[in-house]
């Protein structure tokens, strides 16, 4: 029987930061060590992740500096040094899951010992409202980080033996923008934990006592590109209807979708702020329907959790979420930015909710055994083509 290859992963951000790049990695390497294989991971330590966790074995966390605009994330420092012990694990493939300092450190790693590696482009880092929220307040960073972040990635990426992407939109923008080859590899959804059998009648109670109107949910990063202020704005054109909001999630600009919301004086929308992993699938069975209004989504990790909760999504006609939702199916595609098209399709869907039945169909497609054996493909196609060269 063949040996089973050593894996070693690499990421800027991990628990307790909760996002989808962490998302992918937690449900990866979950399914990967239940397969039998042996897998490392170097991460970036932030606050209260000096070390790892009890019961993390094989995490090795390289101690970090908090990120002042969002104090989840850090830079990690000397990352390079953490690379030293893989003397000591003689991976097989080295996967990095994003391109920053711990990336560089697992690129230059994976190059002077001549192992394969994957990189994964997850989070469209070349976006400006990224930039601008998360990196460059200074309008001169701005303009240099805007102009030369493509540049960067093309840098970065190119020199990995493989480059994925969660979805064939990705792949293709990637390709415009001189990267070629990508292999589309979805992050994946725990189908069997989000599911149409939770019953989320004690959330709603919890939200809104014994109202029976409809409620639309977002779950996600309260950050600028996030565009949630689309979502609060349609409430507005909504506030006659019996239904509400319900928006979950911390981050930056929390303050200023909350300031929003209370300058339009909008009682039909409630900030549910953080909500622990655990309880996040009775809060998707709580809701009629789930909103993304995101024009930053490199595939939509919360929308297709909330269709495999059966719960239609009302989206943004934009990059990712343009391939995932199906009008008149899965749910509906609305202008990006425009708050009464969006109200329109959150109409049409509560108008309509027999009509759309294919959401845990749609979900089944990311389900973490499926997008496992992709991954390890992946992993195969690198391993051979190192071999080969």
């Not at 209370?262 to 309880?279: E, S, Y």
Request: contains cysteine; positive net charge; proline residues 5%.
């Amino acid at each position: 029987m063949a040996r089973k290859p050593v894996i070693a992963l690499y990421s800027d951000t991990y628990l307790p930061a909760c996002d989808g790049v962490v998302s992918s990695i937690v449900n990866f390497r979950g399914e990967l060590l239940r397969r039998g294989y042996e897998v490392y991971l170097f991460v970036s330590g932030g606050p209260g992740r000096s070390r790892p966790h009890e019961g993390e074995d094989n995490v090795f966390v390289i101690k970090g500096m908090r990120f002042k605009r969002y104090p989840q994330y850090s830079f990690a420092l000397f990352p390079f040094m953490a690379s030293l012990k893989i003397n000591e694990i003689n991976p097989d493939v080295i996967h990095a899951h994003t391109p920053f300092f711990v990336g560089v450190s697992a690129l230059m790693t994976a190059r002077l010992n001549k192992i394969p590696m994957v990189g994964t482009f997850h989070t469209m880092v070349t976006d400006e409202d990224v930039i601008r929220e998360y990196a460059a307040s200074n309008p001169i960073v701005h303009r240099l980080l805007k102009k030369y972040a493509w540049s960067y990635a093309r840098f970065f990426y190119t020199r990995c033996n493989t480059v994925t992407a969660p979805t064939m939109t990705m792949c293709r923008l990637l390709s415009m923008h001189g990267i070629h080859g990508a292999k589309c590899v979805p992050n994946s959804v725990d189908i069997g934990r989000f599911s149409p059998s939770v019953d989320g009648a004690q959330i709603r109670r919890k939200l809104f006592g014994d109202w029976d109107g409809a409620t639309v949910l977002y779950v996600g990063r309260l950050s600028k590109e996030k565009k949630v202020d689309t979502m609060i704005r349609a409430m507005a054109h909504l506030r006659e209807r019996r239904i509400r909001a319900v928006i979950v999630g911390t981050g930056p600009a929390e303050h200023y979708y909350r300031r929003i919301a209370a300058r339009m004086h909008l009682d039909n929308v409630r900030f549910a702020g953080f909500v622990p992993n655990g309880a996040l699938p009775g809060y998707y069975a709580a809701a009629d329907l789930f909103c993304m209004p995101s024009t930053f989504e490199t595939q939509g990790i919360a929308a297709i959790e909330a269709m495999a909760s059966g719960k239609p999504v009302v989206g943004a006609d934009h990059l990712a979420l343009k391939e995932l939702i199906h009008d008149g199916k899965n749910g509906e595609k609305f202008a990006p930015g425009d708050s009464s098209d969006c109200a329109r399709k959150i109409e049409t869907v509560i108008n309509n909710m027999d009509s759309y039945n294919t959401m845990r169909k749609t979900a089944e497609k990311f389900s973490i055994e499926r997008a496992t054996d992709r991954l390890l493909e992946i992993y195969g196609m690198a391993m051979e083509g190192m071999t080969l060269s």
